[in-house]
């Protein structure tokens, strides 16, 4: 019922900014959630950040003063800036869009987008 598309991801150097943007379309529930995780080889998926229907953001210590998460509700589509790019970055960036309800939770996921960081 929903697609999510990443973009955005690409190479850049330590220090750099990149933003990820990522789109829903099809049957898109009008009260859900947004989420943007990574995940490395060997390494479980790490919370990043995440942005609630109402525009409350919440961010891992890890990238807190650094990312960004805005939404545009008009376009369906969520965005992570990033800032001052560290060696750790370097990862596959997944979002989600998620929407809850009394009786069940809807989680949906994007293909994920590869960043690399690097001197």
């Known amino acids: 019922q929903v697609q999510l598309v990443e973009s955005g991801g690409g190479l850049v150097q330590y220090g750099g900014s990149l933003t990820l943007s990522c789109s829903a379309s099809?049957?898109?529930?009008?009260?859900?959630?947004m989420y943007w995780y990574r995940q490395v080889p060997g390494k479980r998926r790490e919370f990043v950040a995440t942005?609630?229907?109402?525009?409350?953001?919440h961010y891992a210590d890890s990238v807190k003063g650094r990312f960004t998460i805005p939404r545009d509700n008009a376009k369906n589509t969520a965005y992570l800036q990033m800032n001052s790019l560290k060696p750790e970055t370097t990862a596959v960036y997944y979002c989600?869009?998620?929407?809850?309800?009394?009786?069940?939770?809807?989680?949906?996921w994007g293909q994920g987008t590869q960043v690399t960081a690097s001197s």
């Open positions: 989600k869009l998620e929407h809850s309800t009394t009786f069940n939770r809807q989680e949906y």
């Open positions: 099809g049957s898109i529930p009008k009260i859900n959630d």
């Open positions: 942005i609630t229907a109402g525009g409350n953001p």
